[in-house]
């Protein structure tokens, strides 16, 4: 008889979505695309329910799921581009173990992140999805914008300091 229990399916679907938000970052530190991100997220979180009997605690799962997203991730860019050029192995593994410790806080700073999102106008949200969703460079922000390229990146910094402020202050008011 083993010393601990293994978790169920139940419990690794409910863990996996609530720490998507987190494990989905994690995943675009990787492969700096989004999509791609939520494939990685996807595909991961069927094999993790599938060997749920593997995983013995949550942490076990956390951990185990950084490292298979990171392994799929460098392995589906190289099919599609022949080579994984981003952050060097050991970057990689320190990253993954300071995400385990900084976890928590990233939940605040996300919901915070996401709320002030929502609140910003319609087109400042259309230049952070186009930049930060869809991969669009400066030039095709600058086009959607009809504007100089410096006009989309001073554009894009504005947001970026609007939204700062924003979680800035939702984060001081949390309890």
Known sequence: M?????????????????????LTAYAYAVTHNYHLAE???????????????????????????????????ITLIRSKEGRYVGLSPEMLATMEGEWAKTNTAGDYRSEALNGCLEHLP??????????????RSGEEIAEFMGTKVDSAYQAITRIHRALRDCVGQRLRMEP
Do not use: G
């Not at 083993?2 to 979505?17: A, G, I, M, Y």
């Not at 319609?122 to 991969?135: P, T």
């Open 122 to 135: 319609a087109k400042s949200q259309k230049i952070m999805a186009m930049r930060y969703q869809e991969n």
């Open 2 to 22: 083993s010393d601990f229990q293994n978790l169920t399916p139940e419990q690794v679907t409910k863990h996996l979505l609530h720490e998507q938000a987190s």
């Open 39 to 73: 494939d990685v997220f996807q595909d991961v979180c069927v094999k993790a329910v599938s060997q749920c009997d593997h995983f013995d605690s949550l942490e076990h799962l956390s951990n185990w799921f950084r490292t298979s997203s990171r392994n799929h991730a």
